[in-house]
Every structure is written in C-alpha cells, then in structure tokens.
C-alpha cells in the first residue's frame, strides 16, 4: 500500500507565503511523476504544478513567478512553495504521485488533501 501525506496548509494574507509538502510511503519501487493540484471552492481540480522524474517542472500559467516545485528524492517528497499569494490561490490543493509499487504496477495516488486560504 502507498500513502502521500501533505501539510503545511493554512491562512496566509495577499502576498503571504506558504509552503506545502507531501511525502509519500509504503510498497514504492520508483516514483515517476509527483505534483500538485488544487480545487477552489466551486470549481474543478485543476493542476497547478508537476515534476516528471528527470524532466523538468511544468506550471499552470495562473502560477507561473509566484510558485516553485521541487522533489527531495531521498525523502520521496514533494514540495510547492507559494510566494506572493493571492485571494484567488485559495483552493484545496492535493498531493498526486504516479508510482510505480513493489509488484510494479503503476497507478495514481492522492493525498488527503490540505486547505490553503489566501485572505486579501
């Protein structure tokens, strides 16, 4: 069994930083994409940023400047660190990794889910 537990959520005003992390734990035998995405309040989830191991980052352009992705593979960890916040960041954001586990199957994981309010 694979688990991603994120924290790091919370209230923050405009302008404000906040910095998520999303560790993941259990039958891994390699991760090949972790990310975040994140569903505002009425709204479809939608990505937000993505690393594919070896590659590069990708971003929503609504996101693009103002946050930053990065892995610690060691730790099997992904983090979003949030600058210059805006009202319209506040959403809940989820933790997604496609793994790869101990049988080597590949599936989509989810984390919990943490809720990020951006006060203006």
């Known amino acids: 069994q694979v688990q991603l537990v994120e924290s790091g959520g919370g209230l923050v005003q405009a302008g404000g930083s906040l910095r998520l992390s999303c560790a993941a734990s259990?039958?891994?035998?390699?991760?090949?994409?972790m990310g975040w995405y994140r569903q505002p309040p009425g709204k479809q989830r939608e990505l937000v940023a993505r690393?594919?191991?070896?590659?590069?980052?990708n971003y929503a352009d609504s996101v693009k400047g103002r946050f930053t992705i990065s892995r610690d593979n060691a730790k099997n960890t992904v983090y979003l660190q949030m600058n210059s916040l805006k009202p319209e960041d506040t959403a809940v954001y989820y933790c997604?990794?496609?793994?790869?586990?101990?049988?080597?199957?590949?599936?989509?994981?989810w984390g919990q889910g943490t809720q990020v309010t951006v006060s203006s």
């Open positions: 690393i594919i191991s070896g590659g590069s980052p």
């Open positions: 997604n990794a496609k793994i790869t586990n101990s049988i080597r199957a590949t599936y989509d994981y």
């Open positions: 259990g039958s891994i035998f390699s991760i090949n994409a």
